[in-house]
């Protein structure tokens, strides 16, 4: 007899899918195959895109990995982070492949007391600020805001924006290499549920980073994600 899936209560759907397929490979050994998205849709009567969502957070975990044309397999062996990761390189981690970015808002302001705090700089001083949307399979993800010191980066705004931020500066010599991150749980406010397709009140994750080389901040970014669309990864490594 098939086992039955267990029924979907008052948490989160994608949760319960991916506490389920992480009981079910603990004692899977290295390269068995873990559960096809179809079956997991079947099982719990879920769309796709949180069947995803569920294995994309094992995937960016390590716990499960994926093997192109050959599916996805589990994987007991986490991958440290050597340096902070970009928007895009997470994606790439979790095996995203239907993301998108739109520009919202870019131009040269003037930093206010907290973001000049942030940079290092004095207030009134000039910062590039950059807005962008992304979405996931069509539906917003999330949507971040982005500062940073002109007086680092002259002629930034002239040249045709980058696709990813981090290869933007990198090809500046710029990438940070370090980051300070804060996440906070949240609540949508009216400029969330606008930009999100959320209600007001639905969850969110508020995202701020300070990425620096060597002793210099490079960048200052605050980003909102959908609390119900993102699961939220950092892999950790003790060094011996």
């Not at 994600?225 to 060094?239: D, E, N, Q």
Request: hydrophobic share 40%; charged share 25%; with cysteine.
């Amino acid at each position: 007899m098939d086992e039955v899936a267990p029924p979907l209560g008052t948490a989160l759907k994608h949760v319960q899918v991916r506490e389920y397929v992480r009981d079910l490979v603990a004692d899977f050994p290295e390269g068995a195959p873990a559960p096809s998205e179809r079956e997991l849709m079947q099982r719990f009567g879920v769309a796709r895109m949180t069947v995803r969502q569920a294995i994309d957070a094992l995937v960016a975990e390590g716990l499960l990995e994926r093997a192109p044309a050959r599916g996805t397999f589990v994987s007991k062996s986490p991958r440290p982070m050597s340096r902070p990761m970009s928007f895009a390189e997470d994606a790439a981690a979790r095996g995203w492949t239907s993301t998108s970015t739109e520009t919202l808002q870019h131009g040269l302001g003037q930093a206010g007391p907290g973001v000049a705090k942030a940079l290092g700089i004095t207030a009134g001083d000039a910062v590039i600020h950059w807005r962008r949307r992304r979405r996931l399979d069509g539906l917003p993800l999330c949507y971040q805001d982005v500062y940073l010191n002109e007086v680092l980066l002259p002629g930034f705004l002239q040249s045709e924006l980058p696709d990813s931020l981090y290869s933007g500066l990198a090809a500046r010599g710029l990438r940070p290499m370090v980051a300070e991150d804060q996440l906070t749980a949240d609540l949508a406010d009216a400029v969330d549920a606008d930009l999100l397709d959320l209600h007001i009140g639905d969850p969110v994750l508020r995202h701020s980073r300070r990425g620096l080389v060597g002793d210099t901040v490079i960048e200052l970014s605050r980003s909102v994600y959908a609390g119900t669309r993102f699961t939220w990864w950092v892999p950790l490594s003790v060094s011996s």
